[in-house]
Every structure is written in structure tokens, then in C-alpha cells.
């Protein structure tokens, strides 16, 4: 999502969004941790649309009134070095 080489991180707040049953199934059957759930699967997420901060409110309005199911997951942020891990807050 973010340009190669940017010193760019993605921060996703976990609370932001519930993740489907099925994630929680695989996880208990294949006794996969939650950060490796996370790094292999979306968790339901989907699509993902960044936009500026100043046009979320925007964004959130258009992409309801044409049926999705919009989550505010979290933002992007200057990162100390080029293609930063994406970064998963608890909050």
C-alpha cells in the first residue's frame, strides 16, 4: 500500500473492527498466535482506502451511502526507516 522505500508506517488499531468467526476458529484449530494471524491473514479487513485525515469524515459518508462497511483502522505515520512493519495498536 505505501510507496517502496517510504519512511512511512502503517498503525492499525485491533479494537477498530471485530474480525469474523472463521479467524477465531483457525486460530484455536491450528493453535496460531495472534501475531501470526495478523501477518498472514487480513482478519476480515478487506479493502482498505487511505485518504487524508481531513477527508475521512468525507470518505466514511460516500463509502456508506454506496453499502460498505466502513472502519476508521488507524493512520499513517513517519517511521524512522524506509518500508517499516506495519504496526498493530491493542486501543
Partial sequence: MLPSG????LRI?????EPPALFRLLATG???ADDEMLRTFNMG???VVCVPAER???AETLLARAG?????LGDVVAADAPDAPVEFLQR
Avoid: D, P, T
Fill in 56 to 58: 475521512v469524515s468525507e
Fill in 6 to 9: 517510504a519512511k512511512l508506517r
Fill in 30 to 32: 491450528g493453535n496460531v
Fill in 13 to 17: 488499531r485491533r479494537a477498530a473492527w
Fill in 45 to 47: 479487513i478487506g479493502m
Fill in 68 to 72: 460498505e462497511q466502513v472502519f476508521a
